[in-house]
């Protein structure tokens, strides 16, 4: 089955092409939210709309074939901005009229979490750490839609963290691969709480580390090597305070497989310190590569892939939705 993905739930425009498990072509039109210190409702939406048949119309290209040829079309519709959606989801239904090809509303999330299936060939059921700008989740994952969440954040995830640390010690957006990068240069730590130390639950929260690394930026000297310092012990932070949720975790869930998905699964170090803990813990850890970590087309059109196999069709009266649980 040829499967057309659409991914537009917030800033990247990206649309792939795969028949059954081969990857014809993928396609990521990027927006520059600088200038709004991170990404602007209104503007994305509008720059979904200019680039989204541009995007289209390369994918084809690359992939050598013709909408005549696609089977079924994939669209995320749920969660994200809902200008971004409206935009995907129109354009979806659009093609789905004018080429009678079926359409399937693809979650967002499912689409993270099932990407390891195509990238590693792992199989239901296996635990997730789900990581990203809008969501940071512990799932046990036991069959496609079948999803027990133990844990989610109480506030800020671990991608708004890093936004908004970004953009209070001047580095650009997005966040995370600013943070990263300038981390690298870090050799010192700077004293920061980690959230929810000693809790026994399985929740997470980022809203007060957010607010500490603030404060430490604004008492600080402000130097190049105090900001490498701050963004190295940030990111040692999180990682201490998702370490101490997995033991959790492992305390009464004997899972042994794991992925970690989401735009924040790109972090190098957070990838390198979990596959550590996993495996000083008997579990294996799967993290797709970096460029199907983040927002991506193919995901989305696995997750249809998968949905298809079992007949998990939506009709034209399909709709967007800035919320929902999964």
């Known amino acids: 089955m040829i499967v057309l993905g659409i991914e537009s739930s917030c800033d990247d ?3 792939a092409i795969l028949n059954n498990n081969t990857l014809l072509s993928h396609i990521c039109s990027s927006q520059n939210n600088n200038s709004f210190g ?7 939406a509008r720059e979904h709309l200019s680039s989204i048949d541009p995007t289209m119309r390369m994918s084809l290209q690359q992939a050598k074939c013709k909408l005549s040829d696609i089977e079924c079309i994939g669209v995320t519709n749920r969660p994200g901005l809902l200008g971004s959606l409206v935009v995907g989801v129109s354009y979806a239904k659009a093609l789905s009229l004018a080429h009678n090809i079926p359409i399937i509303g693809i979650h967002h999330l499912e689409a993270h979490l099932v990407v390891p299936q195509y990238t590693h060939n792992i199989q239901f059921p296996y635990g997730v ?3 990203s700008g809008g969501h940071s989740m512990i799932i046990l994952a036991h069959s496609l839609g079948q999803y027990e969440i133990l844990g989610t954040t109480k506030d800020d995830a671990v991608g708004e963290l ?7 010690i001047g580095l650009k957006q997005p966040g995370g691969p600013e943070i ?9 730590t700077i004293d920061l709480p980690v959230p929810l130390r000693g809790d026994m639950s399985y929740d997470l929260s980022f809203s007060g580390l957010k607010t500490a690394a ?6 600080g000297d402000k130097s190049d090597i105090y900001r490498s310092n701050l963004c190295f012990s940030l990111q040692n932070t999180i990682y201490e305070t998702l370490k101490e949720r997995m033991m959790n975790v492992w305390m009464k869930y004997c899972t042994e497989n794991w992925v970690l998905v989401g735009g924040v699964a790109a972090n190098k170090y957070l990838r390198n310190r979990l596959r550590e803990l996993c495996d000083e813990n008997k579990r294996k850890l799967i993290v797709p590569p970096a460029n199907l970590c983040t927002d991506n087309g193919v995901m ?3 997750a249809a892939l998968l949905r298809a196999e079992d007949k998990l069709y939506d009709d034209l009266s399909l709709r967007p939705y800035a919320r929902a649980k999964l």
């Open 129 to 131: 750490i789900l990581l």
């Open 300 to 302: 989305v059109a696995y």
């Open 13 to 15: 425009t990206s649309i």
């Open 162 to 168: 890093f936004d908004k640390v970004a953009r209070c």
């Open 180 to 188: 990263e990068k300038c981390a690298l240069q870090g050799n010192t």
């Open 38 to 44: 991170g990404v602007f409702p209104e503007y994305a």
């Open 214 to 219: 603030q404060r430490k930026w604004n008492d």
